[in-house]
């Protein structure tokens, strides 16, 4: 089992800045790969970001590329998604990811861990 916890989202105007953190327990963090994912109201949920540690490599929707850089502190078991120029289209519920693999998980179906969630809304 894996848990998993986000916090960071808030209300942020267009063009700011905020960072996600999800910390996991239950397993050992190198081991896992992780990611970023956002629902909005009345779409699917889509992918954003993701990480695998053990396998060293990232990925981004092609939305977010060059505005969000995901990260992990192995010390600290926790991944954070920075997230810069922010836009109105980035608002959604952001979960976290995790499941153990070396590659990254780029839909939903692929992983059995989730967090709860956290809003993150840009205001025009």
């Known amino acids: 089992q894996v848990q998993l916890r986000e916090s960071g989202g808030r209300l942020v105007q267009a063009g700011g800045s905020l960072r996600l953190s999800c910390v996991a327990s239950g397993r050992t963090f190198s081991t896992l790969s992780m990611g970023w994912f956002r629902q909005a109201p009345g779409k699917e949920r889509e992918f954003v970001a993701g990480?695998?540690?053990?396998?060293?490599?990232?990925d981004y929707a092609d939305s977010v590329k060059g505005r969000f850089t995901i990260s992990g502190d192995r010390a600290k078991s926790t991944m954070y998604l920075q997230m810069n120029s922010l836009k109105p289209e980035d608002t959604a519920v952001y979960y976290c990811?995790?499941?153990?693999?070396?590659?990254?998980?780029?839909?939903?179906?692929?992983?059995?861990?989730w967090g709860q969630g956290t809003q993150v809304t840009v205001s025009s």
């Open positions: 990480a695998s540690w053990i396998g060293g490599i990232t």
């Open positions: 990811n995790a499941d153990p693999s070396p590659k990254v998980l780029t839909t939903p179906g692929a992983s059995r861990y």
